[in-house]
């Protein structure tokens, strides 16, 4: 929950995930959304007639689609913590002489709800990152009562997307339609599971596009927005048009109150449709970045009075090196206007157009620079500076476990925090050197506490140029140890 000046950000479920990656040599032929994702032949478009609809009649949208929107429950389990209770006069006298007392406490489950939307017969489901986040357990009940249990086939923090999986076949789908051809003031319902009412729609119209909200930490934001009402519980669930076609995966409320108050947010399928198909092929998102930074010509108070030649686009601040921009002729102090002939008002729609290529590929972009344009040719690289496929791995190429640091060797070392290495078999913490015991107090210049904190760091290193965990701490005699873990796969 973010507060603002005027109104609360809320995602309609808690959370936020952690993927990982390793650099494959290997290049795939990437494939289209429809090979990957099968729908369901039996499904059908609604009939429209813009002219003669008054009203527009929503009633076969909404009836194709409740049937392919489900809800879902994720159940985080209770875990076994120690913690440390305050301190009191007694203990200042008789303790340990580190301020109160450590037991050992078990947490309670926690429980969200969120909606998800089946995108392929065979029981694929996207939903939102945010509802499915460190689950333990993921419970799916369709529109007509039925129960399975959800696999996680993987997610992406950057864009709040996740994929799911159950099992079986012959499932209702939407058919997906072309968020980019939505326009202003077009009928949209919103199909989903708030306060936990399962099977509710709701109308109204796009209100707008290409909105960015901040709500995502720097990921990719190119938000739909809508007045169909979206509450808690409608996370994951479908933005559907009048034809009944999927056209954004519903994600984000702003309120002052914490419910609907007229303002809800969609990931546009232009993102969602590339996002799912790379986690289903890949299992992780071939992202391609320019390598840039810059702001709004329309929005920034420090570009306010210059004549650019143009009242729309991306002023470049930054050329990021070794980046796809770098060595091209685009210069800091140009306007981004247009993105293969598509014209760019802003920073989200650059992100949103992004979002649809992978590394490798060839883009045309035009800038504004003294007043005229000029378009360069860019090969669209990865954050790692290259165009290599990205793998999806986790913290087993480690090759170790670990613990968080025990209450008495905390005592011991005068220590109040730490991860320990419980164990350690063939991996890259044995090829650096690590041996079972060591205490890693930090990680690349953060502090580790839990597991949790190294998945974090180690997720941020494999996305970076150099692939390395620096590692710094202590074995339990005392002595100290610095080691770098190299991260990349050959």
């Not at 169909?228 to 702003?254: C, D, M, Q, W, Y």
């Not at 157009?353 to 590929?361: E, S, V």
């Not at 011991?412 to 107090?441: E, N």
């Not at 502090?447 to 965990?469: F, I, Y």
Request: without cysteine.
């Amino acid at each position: 929950m973010l507060l603002g000046a005027a109104a609360i950000v809320l995602f309609s479920s808690a959370v936020a995930g952690v993927t990982t990656y390793s650099l494959m040599t290997k290049n795939e032929t990437p494939e289209s959304f429809n090979e990957l994702f099968s729908p369901n032949p039996n499904v059908k478009l609604a009939s429209m007639n813009t002219m003669a609809a008054q009203p527009v009649d929503l009633t076969q949208a909404a009836d194709m689609s409740l049937h392919a929107v489900v809800h879902i429950k994720s159940t985080q389990n209770g875990k076994e913590q120690v913690v440390r209770t305050p301190s009191d006069i007694f203990d200042f006298f008789f303790g340990d002489g580190y301020g109160g007392r450590t037991q050992r406490v078990r947490t309670q489950p926690k429980i969200g709800i969120g909606s998800g939307v089946i995108i392929s017969k065979d029981g694929y489901i996207v939903t939102n990152n945010h509802v499915i986040d460190k689950a333990d357990e993921i419970d799916v009940t369709l529109n007509d009562s039925r129960k399975f249990k959800g696999r996680l086939i993987g997610t992406d923090a950057d864009t709040d997307l996740a994929l799911i999986k159950i099992e079986g076949d012959d499932f209702p789908t939407i058919p997906i339609g072309d968020s980019d051809a939505l326009k202003v003031g077009e009928w949209v319902l919103a199909v989903g599971n708030p306060f936990n009412l399962t099977s509710t729609v709701t109308a109204g119209i796009v209100s707008a596009k290409a909105r960015t909200l901040g709500v995502y930490n720097g990921g990719i934001e190119s938000f739909i927005q809508t007045d169909a009402a979206i509450n808690e519980g409608n996370s994951g669930g479908a933005l559907v048009n009048a034809r009944g076609e999927l056209v954004g995966i519903n994600s984000v409320l702003t309120s002052p109150t914490g419910t609907y108050t007229g303002y809800g947010f969609a990931i546009p399928t232009s993102i969602m449709v590339k996002v799912v198909s790379d986690i289903k092929q890949y299992g992780a998102v071939q992202r391609a970045v320019l390598g840039i930074g810059g702001s709004d010509v329309n929005s920034d108070p420090e570009l306010e009075g210059k004549d650019f030649g143009t009242v729309d686009g991306v002023y470049v601040k930054q050329v990021i090196e070794g980046s796809s921009v770098a060595g091209s002729d685009i210069k800091v102090g140009d306007v981004i206007v247009a993105l293969d002939g598509k014209a760019m008002k802003n920073m989200a729609e650059l992100q949103e157009a992004l979002a649809k290529h992978r590394p490798g590929d060839k883009v045309k972009i035009t800038v504004m620079r003294d007043k005229k344009k000029h378009t360069v040719e860019v090969v669209l690289r990865n954050t790692q500076g290259n165009t290599k496929v990205v793998k999806n791995v986790g913290m087993e190429i480690l090759g170790a476990a670990f613990q968080e640091l025990p209450a008495d060797l905390k005592q011991q070392l005068h220590l109040g925090y730490g991860l320990q290495v419980t164990g350690v078999t063939s991996g890259k913490m044995a090829d650096a050197g690590i041996r079972k015991g060591f205490i890693i107090l930090r990680a690349n210049g953060e502090t580790m506490r839990t597991v949790e904190d190294l998945e974090n760091v180690m997720r941020s290193a494999t996305q970076s140029p150099d692939q390395v965990l620096f590692l710094s701490g202590v074995f339990p005699s005392g002595k100290r140890g610095n080691f770098a873990v190299d991260l990349s796969q050959e």
